[in-house]
C-alpha cells in the first residue's frame, strides 16, 4: 500500500513538474479552463433564474390544485374556461373551497419616464389572498378600494422615486389602458422572463381595468381540499368529474408549477439557448486544454519515448498525461468558481433575476471540468500510443 502511494506520488509529481516547467503554458491552459467554467456557471445560473423566476407566481400560489385551459400555454399565455367549471368541482368530496383568478400582461408607459414595460396584472378577491405572501395578505384592504393595486417592488424599469413614497403610505397614481390607477401598497414576488413586473388588485378592479373580460370567464381556479385529503386522489376525482367538458384541466399545484418549468425548457428558445451555451462552454473547454495537453506532449516526446525503451508502457504514460489534465482541472476551476460569484451579484443588482450560486451547481461545474480536462488528456495521449522509441533517436 505504501508502495502504491508513493508511486502514485511521483507520476503526480512529473505531471506537475512538466505543467510548471512552462509557465506561461500553463497560465494559458488555466485561463482557458476558467474562461469555459465561467462560461458554463452564468448559462446554468441563467438557466435555473429563467426557471424560478417564471415559476415564482405559480409556486406562491395559495392552492392545493388549479383548474387551468388545455389552452394555456404559460402563465403569460393563459386562454380562459367557465367559471361553472369551478362550481361544479365543489361537487367532488374533499374539495373545501375554489377561488377564481384572472391574469394579463400589457404593456405599461411609465409616466415619468414613457418607457414600456410589460406588465402582468393578478385579480382574485380581496376576501382571501390567492398568494401565499404575507405582504399580499396583509394589505387586501387596499385591493378594496377601487381602482387600486399593489405594485411588485422588485419590478424592472424607472421606479426608484415612486417606491418611497409608496413605503410612507403615500399613494402614487399612473394609467394603464388608458385608465387612472393607484398604487397603495407593495409586495415582493420578482420579475421574470415573461414580464418586467407585477400589479395585484381585486376581481372587480381587474374587471373595470379591462371592460371587454367577462367575469365568467376566468383563468384560473384555485382549490383548497378539506384536511385529510390527498390532492393527488382530489386531482384524479377532479379530472373523472369534469372528463366531458374539454374547456377545462386539471393539475395539482406541483404540476402546475412543472407546467410554467415545462415551457420554459422546451418550448421557449430561451431555455434552449441557455443549454447550448453550458454545452458551448464544455466543447470550448475540451479544445483549450487538448491544445495545451497536446503541446505538452509533443514538446517532451522524447522523454515519453526514454519511459518506452527503460520498458514503461502506455498506460503509464496514459495516467501521467491524465494526472495533468486532472491537476489543471483543479486549479482552473478555483478562478472559474470565484469569477462567477461577483457576476452573480452584479446580474442580480442589475436585473432582479434570482441568480445564486448553489451547491449542486458547483457540484455540476466541477464533474464537467473533470469530464472536460480527462477527455482532453484521453485524446492527447493518442500520439504516446503509437510512438516507437526507435523512431525518436
Known sequence: MIGLIQHIRRRTSLGWLQLSHEKSRLLVALSGIAFADVLMFMQLGFQSALYDSNTSLN?????DIVLISPNARN?????????????QAKDVPGVNSTEPVYVNVITWKSLQTRKENSIQVIGFSPEKSALNLPSVAQQLHLIKLSDT????????GEYEKAIPQIEQGKFVTSEIERRTIKIGGLFTLGRSFGADSNLITSDENFLRLFPKRQASS???????????????????????HLREFRDVKVLTHQEFVQFENDFWANESPIGFIFGLGTAMGFIVGIILVYQVLSTDVNAHL??????????????????????????????????????????????RNATHLPIYMTLARVFTVLTLTFIMCTISGVIATRKLQSADPADMF
Open 59 to 63: 409556486r406562491s400560489l395559495n392552492t
Open 75 to 87: 402563465m403569460q399565455n393563459m386562454s380562459t374556461f367557465s367559471r361553472r367549471r369551478m362550481y
Open 149 to 156: 393595486f399593489l405594485f411588485d417592488r422588485e419590478s424592472k
Open 218 to 240: 376566468i383563468n384560473l381556479a384555485l382549490i383548497k381540499v378539506k384536511p385529510g385529503y390527498d390532492p393527488v386522489e382530489v386531482a384524479k376525482q377532479l379530472k373523472y
Open 302 to 347: 522524447k522523454e515519453y519515448a526514454t519511459f518506452k525503451a527503460m520498458g514503461y508502457g502506455n498506460r503509464y504514460l496514459f495516467t501521467v498525461v491524465l494526472e495533468e489534465a486532472l491537476v489543471l482541472a483543479v486549479l482552473g476551476f478555483i478562478p472559474g468558481l470565484t469569477i462567477p460569484l461577483g457576476l452573480y451579484q452584479l446580474t
